[in-house]
């Protein structure tokens, strides 16, 4: 049924265009090994290019598989396999074969983007080209995630298929769902990506990838993103649930300038007032997530460029770090033209560095300011305290509830009443809330998928020590007696704060409670 004729042919005819028939039946993987691919359909005959012309059996097949007459012309191995790789990754970008340059995705079409590679994934993966329509999906799955500014992507499987979820503004929402025949390949992609082993599919895993987003080829010149991945492999009764997190430097939530952070003006005079100390500890307490290590870092960045600066110091500050882990490399942070200049230390166990031989060997360096990820024990309590009173800033940070807890849970951790009193200056309680979307006004877009907010914004609650504080902490008085006695010195409560962002038309009822409601009666 199929001719096969070797005959010598011009070189303009060898340049035709693959046939998509040819790209949707032979795999890119066969046209690689035996050097084969077509050079167009005349309506006739498939032309076919081959590099070896020893196996005439290899075009006859081609030719059987394509239920065509084939034609074919010899050409160069290198000629062969480069024009092998633009046909199908042309192929794989979609029905615009020409343009080569081009696998850009503008934001609006994302969506259409996606739902047309998870199309063409099913019915490829139940045929011989495998592989290229997953690596796709997870291009276009990441780059959807990075639009809409993602922090997370679950890969979660459920029964017979897996939701894609996104977590904006801490809040997850499912975006799609994918056949279960195509996150198994998904799945492999990203384990891949990571460098984690592909066949161990019963063990948690964990990688780090890097990946360029939303461009072609060359894709870092085309406007594409370059971004960091953590990735963690959990094994799950419907298979392996994929946690991907974004760390994209241009969207870091952990690198605000300190206006960014949402404090009201007064909040903030008196918080950075305590924070420009030359000693005693600064806290800054919540649940995870609740946006403490970020208020931190831009502790830092204020304080270094305001020391910088000029101004009335003109002076530079020996900042360090001991952190578990380091999110975010603070030396690339930049608050206005002032880079910031400090010492990042990791916690490593296996290395022996944990918070309290970091801090012990960051007090030998000539520290101005300390950020103590959290205290955690108290041996990381007691050397912290030290340290506040021996000409050190020390900034930390404490899961409690708040402000006024945070007194007893370094109590509890063996600080003696008295200790805490005259070293701590101030607690900083905080949450972050969800805002009401500007545009849609809350009511649900497509830009908010539907949730009606956008973007998130801190609820602080300060607590200075101020002398009469002081004394009753130093009488080991209770959460409850030091909070109110707070309230009285013109404390608001993140409760009472939450509620001015409502009244305020910042964000809702709804939301306030979700996040301020919640701690409380744990507390
Ligand atoms: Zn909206």
Same mark, same amino acid.
């Given at each position: 049924?199929?001719?096969?004729?070797?005959?010598?042919?011009?070189?303009? !005819?060898?340049?035709?265009?693959?046939?998509?028939?040819?790209?949707?039946?032979?795999?890119?993987?066969?046209?690689?090994?035996?050097?084969?691919?077509?050079?167009?359909?005349?309506?006739? %005959?498939?032309?076919?290019?081959?590099?070896?012309?020893?196996?005439?059996?290899?075009?006859?097949?081609?030719?059987?598989?394509?239920?065509?007459?084939?034609?074919?012309?010899?050409? %160069?191995?290198?000629?062969?396999?480069?024009?092998?790789?633009?046909?199908?990754?042309?192929?794989?970008? *979609?029905?615009?074969?020409?343009?080569?340059?081009?696998?850009?995705?503008?934001?609006?079409?994302?969506?259409?983007?996606?739902?047309?590679?998870?199309?063409?994934?099913?019915?490829?993966?139940?045929?011989?080209? /495998?592989?290229?329509?997953?690596?796709?999906?997870?291009?276009?799955? $990441?780059?959807?995630?990075?639009?809409?500014?993602?922090?997370?992507?679950?890969?979660?499987?459920?029964?017979?298929?897996?939701?894609?979820?996104?977590?904006?503004? /801490?809040?997850?929402?499912?975006?799609?769902?994918?056949?279960?025949?195509?996150?198994?390949?998904?799945?492999?992609?990203?384990?891949?990506?990571?460098?984690?082993?592909?066949?161990?599919?019963?063990?948690?895993?964990? *990688?780090?990838?890097?990946?360029?987003?939303?461009?072609?080829?060359?894709?870092?010149?085309?406007?594409?993103?370059?971004?960091?991945?953590?990735?963690?492999?959990?094994?799950?009764?419907?298979?392996?649930?994929?946690? $991907?997190?974004?760390?994209?430097?241009?969207?870091?939530?952990?690198?605000?300038?300190?206006?960014?952070?949402?404090?009201?003006?007064?909040?903030?005079?008196?918080? !950075?007032?305590?924070?420009?100390?030359? %000693?005693?500890? =600064?806290?800054?307490?919540?649940?995870?997530?609740?946006?403490?290590?970020?208020?931190?870092?831009?502790?830092?960045?204020?304080?270094?460029?305001?020391?910088?600066?000029? /101004?009335?110091?003109?002076?530079?500050?020996?900042?360090?770090?001991?952190?578990?882990?380091?999110?975010?490399?603070?030396?690339?942070?930049?608050?206005?033209?002032?880079?910031?200049?400090?010492?990042?230390?990791?916690?490593?166990?296996?290395?022996?560095?944990?918070?309290?031989?970091?801090?012990?060997?960051?007090?030998?360096?000539?520290?101005?300011?300390?950020?103590?990820?959290?205290?955690?024990?108290?041996?990381?309590?007691?050397?912290?305290?030290?340290?506040?009173?021996? /000409?050190?800033?020390?900034?930390?940070?404490?899961?409690?509830?708040?402000?006024?807890?945070?007194?007893?849970?370094?109590?509890?951790?063996?600080?003696?009443?008295? $200790?805490?009193?005259?070293?701590?200056?101030?607690? $900083?309680?905080?949450?972050?809330?969800?805002?009401?979307?500007?545009?849609?006004? *809350?009511?649900?877009?497509?830009?908010? !998928?539907? %949730?009606?907010?956008?973007?998130?914004?801190?609820?602080?609650?300060?607590?200075?020590?101020?002398?009469?504080?002081?004394? !009753?902490?130093?009488?080991?008085?209770?959460?409850?007696?030091?909070?109110?006695?707070?309230?009285?010195?013109?404390?608001?409560?993140?409760?009472?704060?939450?509620?001015?962002?409502?009244?305020?038309?910042?964000?809702?009822?709804?939301?306030?409670?979700? =996040?301020?409601?919640?701690?409380?009666?744990?507390?």
């Amino acid at each position: 049924m199929s001719t096969i004729e070797a005959k010598p042919v011009p070189v303009g !005819l060898v340049r035709g265009e693959a046939s998509p028939h040819f790209l949707r039946t032979i795999s890119h993987e066969f046209a690689r090994r035996h050097l084969i691919l077509s050079a167009g359909w005349n309506g006739e %005959s498939e032309s076919l290019r081959i590099a070896d012309r020893t196996k005439p059996w290899i075009p006859h097949n081609v030719g059987v598989a394509l239920a065509r007459p084939v034609t074919t012309q010899i050409g %160069s191995a290198e000629d062969i396999a480069a024009a092998i790789d633009v046909a199908y990754a042309n192929r794989d970008t *979609g029905d615009d074969p020409v343009s080569g340059e081009a696998e850009v995705v503008v934001d609006a079409e994302i969506g259409d983007d996606l739902d047309r590679a998870l199309r063409e994934a099913e019915s490829d993966l139940l045929s011989t080209h /495998g592989k290229a329509p997953a690596v796709r999906l997870v291009d276009l799955i $990441l780059f959807e995630a990075l639009l809409k500014g993602a922090s997370d992507v679950h890969l979660q499987p459920v029964r017979g298929r897996t939701l894609v979820r996104y977590r904006l503004d /801490g809040v997850l929402h499912t975006a799609r769902e994918l056949p279960g025949t195509v996150a198994a390949s998904v799945a492999s992609r990203v384990k891949i990506m990571a460098r984690l082993d592909v066949a161990e599919q019963r063990a948690p895993q964990d *990688g780090r990838a890097t990946v360029t987003i939303g461009g072609g080829r060359g894709a870092e010149q085309n406007g594409g993103r370059r971004i960091d991945l953590r990735v963690s492999v959990l094994p799950s009764t419907y298979g392996e649930r994929i946690v $991907l997190r974004l760390l994209d430097p241009a969207r870091s939530p952990h690198l605000k300038s300190f206006a960014a952070l949402g404090m009201s003006p007064d909040i903030e005079r008196r918080y !950075l007032a305590q924070a420009n100390r030359s %000693s005693g500890i =600064v806290l800054s307490t919540g649940p995870t997530g609740s946006g403490k290590t970020t208020t931190l870092y831009a502790t830092l960045a204020w304080l270094s460029a305001s020391y910088a600066g000029g /101004g009335s110091h003109g002076c530079e500050l020996n900042m360090m770090t001991i952190e578990d882990p380091v999110e975010y490399d603070l030396a690339g942070f930049s608050e206005g033209t002032h880079r910031l200049s400090i010492s990042q230390t990791q916690v490593d166990p296996k290395k022996n560095v944990t918070f309290v031989a970091g801090l012990r060997h960051i007090l030998r360096q000539d520290p101005d300011v300390i950020m103590v990820g959290e205290i955690r024990d108290q041996e990381t309590a007691r050397i912290a305290v030290q340290a506040s009173l021996t /000409g050190h800033l020390v900034l930390s940070t404490l899961h409690t509830s708040d402000a006024a807890s945070a007194i007893a849970r370094l109590i509890d951790l063996s600080v003696e009443p008295f $200790l805490v009193a005259s070293s701590l200056s101030a607690v $900083l309680a905080q949450r972050l809330v969800r805002t009401i979307h500007r545009e849609c006004a *809350g009511k649900g877009c497509e830009t908010c !998928l539907g %949730s009606g907010y956008k973007g998130r914004t801190g609820v602080f609650e300060l607590l200075i020590l101020d002398s009469a504080l002081r004394e !009753l902490v130093g009488s080991r008085a209770s959460a409850v007696q030091i909070k109110e006695k707070a309230q009285q010195s013109g404390m608001v409560s993140l409760r009472a704060a939450g509620e001015d962002l409502i009244g305020r038309g910042f964000t809702t009822t709804e939301e306030v409670n979700r =996040v301020v409601e919640a701690v409380e009666e744990q507390a």
